[in-house]
T-cell receptor
């Protein structure tokens, strides 16, 4: 009930391409779904987050798509850049509880 | 934006030493802070939840006498690794959650790399 499954484990994209990372959850009580970006040797940085009452949220080149019925959400990075190379974590949380993290996706954007 | 400051960023010390790591929320009051441990190429593993003015709640398998947590103010939580041994070497990351509001985003510090010789 508390799991969040993330895929793929690693992703290689060419500069200018679209990076897509997917997550699936089981607990229907989750009501907050953030994405974090982590560079080596640094802590995770909050990138973008969504609540289940909307199906899409866009901030710059980053978009979250949310499918409540399928219990899935995804991160799309448009016009991917080498500087986007990092590990991305999806997460989910129900109100008042702790974040449950996905396993992480190591993104490499080749120049 | 909200910032969580963690200090020190890197510690190298001898086995048997106790090490204290500080976590501060710089521009918001955090009644709840979290401490995580992260192994290379793995996700974050929650160690404990720290609530201001009360005892921390530890996750199963985390020794509370080994990892002492103090959350004495709304902007500061500390993690003390007591009598550290090489197996305690890891990347420790703190996190703070914003006060009740629309989403209560959770922000992370930049981590502390702990190396026990």
């Amino acid at each position: 009930q508390q799991q969040v499954k993330q895929s793929p484990q690693s992703l290689i994209v060419q500069k200018g391409g679209i990076s897509i990372i997917n997550c699936a959850y089981e607990n229907t009580a989750f009501d907050y779904f953030p994405w974090y970006q982590q560079f080596p040797g640094k802590g995770p940085a909050l990138l973008i987050a969504i609540r289940p009452d909307v199906s899409e949220k866009k901030e710059g080149r980053f978009t979250i798509s949310f499918n409540k019925s399928a219990k899935q959400f995804s991160l799309h990075i448009m016009d991917s850049q080498p500087g986007d190379s990092a590990t991305y974590f999806c997460a989910a949380r129900k109100h008042g509880s702790r974040l449950t993290f996905g396993e992480g996706t190591q993104l490499t954007v080749n120049p | 934006g909200a910032v969580v400051s963690q200090h020190p960023s890197w510690v190298i010390c001898k086995s048997g030493t106790s090490v204290k790591i500080e976590c501060r929320s710089l521009d918001f009051q955090a009644t709840t802070m979290f401490w995580y441990r992260q192994f290379p190429k793995q996700s974050l593993m929650l160690m404990a939840t720290s609530n201001e003015g009360s005892k921390a709640t530890y996750e199963q398998g985390v020794e509370k006498d080994k990892f002492l947590i103090n959350h004495a103010s709304l902007t500061l939580s500390t993690l003390t690794v007591t009598s550290a041994h090489p197996e305690d070497s890891s990347f420790y990351i703190c996190s703070a959650i914003e006060p009740p509001g629309s989403n209560q985003p959770q922000h992370f510090g930049d981590g502390t790399r702990l190396s026990i010789l």
